[in-house]
């Protein structure tokens, strides 16, 4: 079975759950600003998914001066992500608050 890698800003630290990563990225990176709406949130997952599901494919190429390989692959990373995960798991664990892994 193939790990789950962070890979934000360099940090190769691989989960064997990707809710696990999805929690990590959210609990253990700085929270980034949309470029196209100011809207401050966990980078990784869900900064992809907000991008995506708030805004059209244009705006995101816009904001992110973004090429179409990568919005294609931004795309791509949502959808295995969005396969693979027990998102309610994700929030439930966030909400408690202490981003155990």
């Known amino acids: 079975m193939s790990r789950w890698e962070c890979a934000i800003e ?5 989960f064997d759950r990707v809710e696990d990563l999805i929690v990590h990225q959210a609990s253990a990176h700085e929270h980034v600003e ?5 809207t401050v949130l966990p980078d990784g997952y869900f900064a992809i998914r907000h991008a995506f599901e708030e805004h059209t ?22 959808q295995v992500v969005e396969s693979a995960a027990d998102i309610r798991e994700v929030v439930d664990r966030l909400e408690g608050g202490d981003g155990t892994l």
């Open 10 to 14: 360099g940090d190769d630290r691989t």
């Open 34 to 38: 949309c470029k196209v709406c100011g």
């Open 57 to 78: 494919r244009a705006d995101y190429v816009r904001a992110y001066d973004a090429t179409a390989a990568e919005v294609r692959r931004r795309e791509q990373v949502k």
